[in-house]
């Protein structure tokens, strides 16, 4: 599924694939172990997504692969400006991954903005996570700035925007 095909607050079945939607109370402990990741910091992780659910419930996706967590999305619009948001999460599972999942979500995400009438969407990523980087530019999103530490010591990021408010370029 490309960029523009609204699936806004609905259900996502691609045949052979993922169901996209909103996160339930029951998804907690699948995605709290997707957010750990590698580095196994249970209580930072289930804190956000805990706090996430709460204050972002129509913009947290959940990715469904045989009825368990394949990935998530969290979207989310500051308060002083709800024409511009930010991605905060996009995570696959390893072993969910190409399998057009993260674009699923994306995918999803962008149209629940675009009905939201948000103009423009900005999201942090790793310089050297070059398979992220490649699929936001699909969705048409380019690097804005670099920030050194953007996280701390050693957490640079690269910041990446799009404008959901001009034609799309083909």
Same mark, same amino acid.
């Given at each position: 599924?490309?960029?523009?095909?609204?699936? %806004?607050?609905?259900?996502?079945?691609?045949?052979? $694939?993922?169901?996209?939607?909103?996160?339930?109370q &029951?998804?907690?402990? $699948?995605? *709290?172990?997707?957010?750990?990741?590698?580095?196994?910091?249970?209580?930072?992780? *289930?804190?956000?997504?805990?706090?996430?659910?709460?204050?972002?419930?129509?913009?947290?996706?959940?990715?469904?692969?045989?009825?368990?967590?394949?990935?998530? *999305?969290?979207? &989310?619009?500051? !308060?002083?400006?709800?024409?511009?948001?930010?991605?905060?999460?996009?995570?696959? %599972? &390893?072993?969910?991954?190409?399998? =057009?999942? $993260? %674009?699923?979500?994306?995918?999803?995400?962008?149209?629940?903005?675009? !009905?939201?009438?948000?103009?423009?969407?900005?999201?942090?990523?790793?310089?050297?996570?070059?398979g992220?980087?490649?699929?936001?530019?699909?969705?048409?999103?380019?690097?804005?700035?670099? =920030?050194?530490?953007?996280?701390?010591?050693?957490?640079?990021?690269?910041?990446?925007?799009?404008?959901?408010?001009?034609? *799309?370029?083909?």
């Amino acid at each position: 599924m490309g960029p523009g095909r609204a699936q %806004s607050r609905e259900w996502l079945n691609r045949p052979m $694939g993922a169901l996209i939607r909103l996160f339930a109370q &029951a998804d907690f402990p $699948g995605i *709290c172990l997707l957010e750990m990741g590698e580095r196994g910091a249970q209580y930072p992780a *289930c804190v956000f997504i805990r706090q996430a659910s709460v204050l972002y419930p129509k913009t947290f996706l959940v990715a469904l692969e045989n009825g368990e967590p394949a990935g998530y *999305c969290i979207g &989310a619009m500051p !308060q002083d400006n709800y024409r511009e948001a930010w991605i905060l999460r996009l995570k696959v %599972s &390893a072993p969910y991954r190409r399998r =057009h999942i $993260g %674009s699923d979500l994306l995918s999803t995400l962008l149209a629940e903005f675009k !009905q939201k009438e948000v103009s423009a969407v900005q999201l942090s990523v790793a310089p050297g996570n070059t398979g992220a980087q490649a699929l936001y530019r699909l969705f048409g999103f380019e690097v804005a700035a670099f =920030h050194k530490g953007y996280f701390g010591d050693g957490e640079d990021r690269l910041i990446m925007a799009l404008r959901l408010d001009q034609p *799309c370029r083909t």
